[in-house]
């Protein structure tokens, strides 16, 4: 059970470096985003709503501009795929699903517009700092809700298996993240825009040298 659950862990990973992270640029901000990734899970026990705030105006901000700004979206040469059949076989949020999940984290501010109390969640906020912090704890439920929601989806979908293995995998990305992509900002200052891929035509290296 434990061994399958590993290996299952491993190929989610290996997919989502293959297919996802071909940008040297991306990479980069992925590491950026790994660091400021774990300052939020420390940050969670002294102060969450500091948490939330750079959780998504700095981890998220960074790793969804990777994807969405620099990563090539054409026919991917090194792994022989469309850029339709990465996006149709992506266990956890592909481009489209991540439109939907920004679209709600950039729109849910304005619930406390509707209702400043949050269905009485909420005291109605005297100044802008306490309009921030409400917002930041909004940000912490969508930031929890939206990997619940896709893990339970799984369930469904796929298997139980696999769903609490998208779920690791999202938990670890930042100390994943940080050993596969510390040397992409060096890469990227010698002027490699795009990784040359060369690991990626043998998996079991994955873990070693990718």
Do not use: C
């Not at 990777?66 to 990465?86: L, S």
């Not at 999940?101 to 949050?118: E, G, H, K, Q, R």
């Amino acid at each position: 059970m434990i061994k399958s659950f590993l290996e299952a862990l491993r190929i989610q990973r290996w997919d989502d470096h293959r297919y996802y992270h071909h940008s040297r640029i991306n990479q980069s901000l992925h590491f950026v985003s790994a660091l400021s990734f774990l300052f939020t899970y420390v940050m969670l026990f002294f102060d969450p709503v500091v948490s939330g705030l750079v959780g998504w105006l700095v981890s998220m901000g960074t790793r969804q501009a990777g994807h969405f700004f620099f990563e090539p979206n054409g026919y991917d040469y090194v792994n022989q795929a469309t850029h339709e059949h990465k996006e149709e076989i992506k266990v956890g949020y592909n481009l489209q699903r991540k439109v939907v999940l920004m679209a709600i984290w950039a729109l849910s501010p304005l619930v406390l517009f509707a209702d400043p109390t949050l269905f009485g969640l909420f005291t109605p906020s005297a100044t802008a700092v306490d309009f921030m912090r409400q917002v930041a704890k909004i940000w912490l439920a969508v930031g929890a809700g939206g990997p619940l929601f896709r893990t339970v989806q799984l369930f469904f979908i796929r298997d139980i298996q696999t769903g609490l293995v998208w779920m690791t995998k999202i938990l670890t990305d930042p100390f994943h993240d940080l050993m596969l992509y510390h040397k992409a900002p060096l890469y990227l200052l010698r002027g490699e825009l795009i990784d040359p891929g060369l690991h990626l035509s043998v998996e079991p290296a994955f873990e070693k040298h990718a």
